[in-house]
């Protein structure tokens, strides 16, 4: 059975940075991409940054450009997003997924980030 566990949230303040993880255990097979959200209270799931496993490419959203950086580690099926600069209403949980080339998508359940001084 897939799990994906996040790791290195907790609280910043304004204009610090973290880095979060996100490694997949169990078997997990012909991983496409890897991708991070976040979500707010009271808003939708929005995406953060996503990388193709094979390449490396990158995407951002256009609020994160610059500032946050998304890797990983296929040898340990793991993905980091380094975030600098942050803002209070960057305040949520960050969640990671795993999506295979079958279509099948593996969510992690979350680790908090909370910018606040």
């Known amino acids: 059975q897939v799990q994906l566990v996040e790791s290195g949230g907790g609280l910043v303040q304004p204009g610090g940075s973290l880095r979060l993880s996100c490694a997949a255990s169990?078997?997990?097979?012909?991983?496409?991409?890897m991708g991070w959200y976040r979500q707010a209270p009271g808003k939708q799931r929005e995406l953060v940054a996503g990388i193709a496993a094979s390449g490396g490419r990158t995407n951002y959203a256009d609020f994160v450009k610059g500032r946050f950086t998304i890797s990983r580690d296929n040898d340990k099926n793991t993905v980091y997003l380094q975030m600098n600069m942050l803002k209070p209403e960057e305040t949520a949980v960050y969640l990671c997924?795993?999506?295979?080339?079958?279509?099948?998508?593996?969510w992690g359940q979350g680790t908090q980030v909370t910018v606040s001084s």
């Open positions: 169990g078997s997990i097979k012909s991983i496409n991409s």
């Open positions: 997924n795993f999506a295979t080339i079958f279509s099948t998508i593996y």
